[in-house]
């Protein structure tokens, strides 16, 4: 059963829009929340996270949003580069736990020039 | 800065085979966690370890072990390879909630 998921595969956005990208959970005890980066035949990049207690988490063109009554959060990129064309995972993980990652699928992302 | 290290990079075995796989964490992490990822597949967790000892298990088969030494580099053993193990393996680190994650090792098993 997939905790973590990523119900879009692929998003397409023009360079200079924003790009968001949505994941949602389904296991109430996880209280903090990651966005990776993946490139191909690399490791995953940790780009932003999110504690359970906020709702918001800002850093430079990544903003990310969390809404726990509706176990959702999302990752705005603004304004998006080619650059950032990549596949991005959500994780979440249960602090005082063992911290492992729990993962979506990830969604492709394509910043079109 | 630094970043995890990992070794090799490939690793090309054949059915029953054992391999080894490094990971040499960011000075002074004291968690490392190793994941697997099947092709098209999100990173699984396979076995973490905090100030040497194990933290926790995932979906980790019995014919994988794993340690972590003094100097805190950890060893992913796998014996008896299958088909089915040809993946990406991941090790991460960790000081506090943020996974930093290596280059990851490419194994195929033939």
């Known amino acids: 059963d997939q905790q973590v998921k990523q119900n879009s595969p692929s998003l397409s956005v023009q360079e200079g829009r924003i790009s968001i990208l949505n994941c949602d959970y389904t296991?109430?005890?996880?209280?903090?929340f990651l966005w990776y980066k993946k490139y191909p035949a690399e490791g995953p990049t940790f780009l932003i996270s999110?504690?359970?207690?906020?709702d918001k988490n800002e850093d430079g063109r990544f903003t990310v949003f969390l809404n726990k009554s509706a176990k959702h959060l999302s990752l705005h990129i603004v304004p998006s580069q080619p650059g950032d064309s990549a596949v991005y995972f959500c994780?979440?993980?249960?602090?005082?736990?063992?911290?492992?990652?729990?993962f979506g699928k990830g969604t492709k992302l394509t910043v079109n020039p | 800065a630094a970043g995890v290290i990992q070794s090799p990079r490939h690793l090309i075995k054949e059915k029953r085979e054992t391999a080894t796989l490094k990971c040499y964490p960011i000075?002074?992490?004291?968690?490392v966690y190793w994941y697997q990822q099947g092709p098209g597949q999100d990173p699984q967790f396979l076995i973490s370890?905090?100030?040497?000892?194990?933290?926790d298990k995932g979906s980790i088969p019995d014919r994988f072990s794993a340690q972590q030494f003094s100097d805190y580099h950890s060893e992913l053993n796998m014996s008896s390879l299958e088909l089915g193990d040809s993946a990406l393996y991941f090790c991460?680190?960790?000081?506090?909630?943020?996974?930093?994650f290596g280059p990851g090792t490419r194994l195929t098993v033939t």
């Open positions: 991460a680190s960790s000081l506090g909630y943020e996974q930093y």
């Open positions: 296991n109430s005890m996880f209280d903090y």
């Open positions: 999110i504690s359970s207690i906020k």
């Open positions: 994780a979440a993980s249960t602090q005082g736990g063992s911290e492992k990652l729990v």
């Open positions: 000075p002074r992490h004291d968690t």
């Open positions: 370890f905090y100030e040497k000892m194990q933290s």
